[in-house]
């Protein structure tokens, strides 16, 4: 492992990059859209992508979410994250595996995130949070493109975290 002082240096030569505080990444990596959840996921080691962060990398809602938003498993540490701005929700430690899957954010560089299905979910759980348009507007799109077998997969994951009655209607 580098010396801060060789980790300066190199930076200085423009050699690397600083992502967050003490996460870098070689200045001749191939380039990323996505190097606010790399620096994140760096620094949250078991954190997994998820809410407007998640909807928006699924191309399900049009919003560019102001912060990185990740989770954690209830019970740890919430990271302390100045940069990039990050918010931090918290996950039952039965359910916070469920529905995860990898996302390659740079070539070689895969990040946990929660799938399509589990998004629109938890956007649907935390309407109230996240705002109903933007919930609804993700639920639609998800079964736009999903069809009658999105319909089933949301209403299984939703039955698997004890939430059916918020993706079914009465």
């Known amino acids: 492992m580098p010396s801060p002082r060789d980790l300066a240096h190199l930076a200085t030569e423009a050699r690397i990059d600083e992502l967050s505080r003490g996460i870098y990444r070689r200045a001749d990596a191939p380039e990323t859209a996505h190097a606010d959840l790399l620096a994140a996921c760096a620094r949250a080691p078991r954190a997994v992508v998820c809410g407007e962060s998640v909807l928006a990398l699924h191309e399900l809602i049009d919003d560019i979410p102001a912060a990185v938003h990740i989770a954690m498993p209830r019970g740890t540490r919430r990271p ?8 931090v929700a918290q996950y039952a430690v ?3 595996d469920f529905g995860v899957g990898r ?6 560089g895969t990040i ?7 998004s629109v979910v938890d956007a649907m759980r935390h ?3 996240l705002g109903e348009t933007l919930a609804l507007s993700a639920l639609g799109r998800y079964l736009r493109r999903s069809g009658r077998g999105g319909v089933s997969e949301l209403q299984h994951i939703a039955s698997e975290l004890d939430v059916l009655s918020v993706v079914r209607p009465p």
Do not use: H, L, N
């Not at 302390?80 to 918010?87: A, G, K, L």
């Not at 946990?112 to 589990?118: G, K, N, S, T």
């Open 112 to 118: 946990p995130m929660d799938d399509a299905a589990r």
């Open 80 to 87: 302390t994250i100045s940069y990039p701005p990050t918010v």
């Open 127 to 129: 309407r109230s949070r």
């Open 103 to 108: 996302f390659e954010a740079a070539p070689g």
């Open 94 to 96: 039965k359910t916070f």
